[in-house]
C-alpha cells in the first residue's frame, strides 16, 4: 500500500525559533497533501491543502505567514511552524492524496515548544 | 457546513463483543464518506468507505452501509478482538470524490477490547 512518511516524529524547541516538517509519498507521486493539527484527544482540524507548483490554501483562522507550506516537489511537502510559540504544541499530520481520491496518512509529528 | 458526528467514547468492550460505532453526518452534495482507524502510536489508516448511497464499505470485518435517509455511516463488526482496540475516526469527503478535496473528520472514539 500506498507509504507517507514524516520527518521528524517529535521535535522540542526554544520559543522563538522555527521548526521544519517534511512530508514524503514514498512509494508514489501526490499532487495534493494535507496537512492537519490535532490536540489531545481531539479530532484532526484542516490547516491547509497543499497542491505541488502552487501556493497552499489555507483554512480560516490559520496564519499562512506562521505555517508556511512548500509542496517543491510530487513526493514532498514541508510544514515550517516559523517562531514557534508554546501554544503551537500539537501533534501535527500530513496525508497525500493517491490516484483514487483516497488519503494515505504520515505517523505524525508531535511538535513540543517550550 | 459540512460535519460529521459520531458517537463520544470511550466504548469498552469484551472479546466477541458486537460493536457498533455510529456516526451521522450533514452535507450539502453528495459526499463520499470514510471509516479511519489510528492504533496506538501509529497513523491513521484508512478501514473502508463508501461513495454513494446504499453502498458497503468492509475490511477486516467491519462494515458499514451509507444511509441517505438517515445520513448515516454506522460502524458495526460482529466479534471484536483486542487487538482492534484503537480510535476510530468518520469521515467525509466534501462535494464527492473530487479531485484535491480534503477530510472532515469527527470527534473519534477511542474503543478498548478486553480479553
Known amino acids: 500500500g500506498a507509504v507517507v512518511s514524516q520527518h521528524p516524529s517529535w521535535v522540542i524547541c526554544k520559543s522563538g525559533t522555527s521548526v521544519k516538517i517534511e512530508c514524503r509519498s514514498l512509494?508514489?507521486?501526490?499532487?495534493?497533501m494535507f496537512w492537519y493539527r490535532q490536540f489531545p484527544k481531539q479530532s484532526l482540524m484542516l490547516m491547509a491543502t497543499s497542491n505541488e507548483g502552487s501556493k497552499a490554501t489555507y483554512e480560516q483562522g490559520v496564519e499562512k505567514d506562521k505555517f508556511l507550506i512548500n509542496h517543491a516537489s510530487l513526493t514532498l511537502s514541508t510544514l515550517t511552524v516559523t517562531s514557534a510559540h508554546p501554544e503551537d504544541s500539537s501533534f501535527y499530520i500530513c496525508?497525500?492524496?493517491?490516484?483514487?481520491?483516497?488519503?494515505?496518512f504520515g505517523p505524525g509529528t508531535r511538535l513540543t515548544v517550550l | 457546513g459540512d460535519s460529521v458526528t459520531q458517537m463520544e467514547g470511550p466504548v469498552t468492550l469484551s472479546e466477541e463483543a458486537f460493536l457498533t460505532i455510529n456516526c451521522t453526518y450533514t452535507a450539502t452534495g453528495y459526499p463520499s464518506l470514510f471509516w479511519y482507524v489510528q492504533y496506538p502510536g501509529e497513523g491513521l489508516q484508512l478501514l473502508l468507505k463508501a461513495t454513494k448511497a446504499d453502498d458497503k464499505g468492509s475490511n477486516k470485518g467491519f462494515e458499514a452501509t451509507y444511509r441517505k435517509e438517515t445520513t448515516s455511516f454506522h460502524l458495526e463488526k460482529g466479534s471484536v478482538q483486542v487487538s482492534d482496540s484503537a480510535v476510530y475516526f468518520c469521515?467525509?469527503?466534501?462535494?464527492?470524490?473530487?479531485?484535491?478535496?480534503?477530510?472532515?473528520f469527527g470527534k473519534g472514539t477511542t474503543l478498548s477490547v478486553s480479553s
Open positions: 469521515a467525509l469527503s466534501e462535494f464527492g470524490s473530487q479531485a484535491g478535496t480534503a477530510l472532515i
Open positions: 512509494d508514489f507521486q501526490a499532487t495534493t
Open positions: 496525508s497525500a492524496r493517491g490516484s483514487y481520491n483516497e488519503q494515505f
